[in-house]
């Protein structure tokens, strides 16, 4: 199998990936992240998940690369990406208390060496407790998730907001869906485990 390239920053990611106990690079990749006019956040994120492999491919020319991104909808089609700060990620939380909201994790799985582009898009979907301010507020001093897409992090304290959750990969919700991503690899070549 080529070597593999994770096209990210993220720790969340760069965990995640580790669980599949393959050897892999990590590189950030330099991509414009803004949606385009009209743009779904379905398209949105599979858009941001290929370019942020492609933005890699002329480091990488023999390589596996791995794109993903993520952002959330709520009822009515509001686009919920990474908050940055506490105001904004207590307005994402108001908006969401008593709602589902669907996050939508775009992933590529991109060839370098032939140019073929795997893409998917993993949808799963969280149903959140109804909160009130201090909730909010306790809840986003302690973890502070600034930079996750609907300001929790599900694998931590965030899952005391959560009144249900359903999809068919939970990793998909932390940012990097790896059922879909062994598919990919799988397709490719690769021996997993």
């Known amino acids: 199998m080529q070597p593999l390239v994770l096209a990210s920053s993220s720790p969340y990611r760069r965990h995640l990936l580790e669980r599949l106990r393959l050897p892999f ?9 803004t949606p385009l006019a009209g743009e779904s956040v379905e398209a949105l994120v599979c858009r941001l998940a290929e370019s942020k492999a ?9 390589h596996l690369i791995i794109g993903s991104d993520q952002a959330a909808s709520l009822p009515g089609g509001q686009i919920l990406g990474k908050p940055h700060d506490f105001t904004n990620a207590q307005a994402q939380l108001r908006a969401a208390s008593g709602s589902s909201v669907i996050f939508h994790t775009g992933l590529c799985l991109f060839d370098s060496a032939s140019g073929q582009a795997r893409v998917a898009r993993v949808p799963f979907t969280v ?7 201090a909730q909010i507020s306790r809840y986003l ?3 502070q998730p600034y930079d996750c897409a609907g300001s ?4 931590g304290l965030g899952v005391c907001l959560f009144r249900a959750t359903e999809g068919e990969d939970a990793t998909s919700l932390i940012g990097l869906p790896l059922i879909r991503l062994v598919d990919m690899l799988l397709e490719a070549g690769a021996s997993i485990p």
């Open 152 to 155: 929790f992090k599900s694998e």
């Open 54 to 62: 492609r933005a890699l491919s002329t480091r990488y020319p023999k």
């Open 25 to 33: 690079t990590c590189a950030s990749p330099d991509i414009d992240e």
């Open 141 to 143: 001093h302690a973890e």
């Open 127 to 133: 149903h959140f407790r109804a909160l009130d301010e």
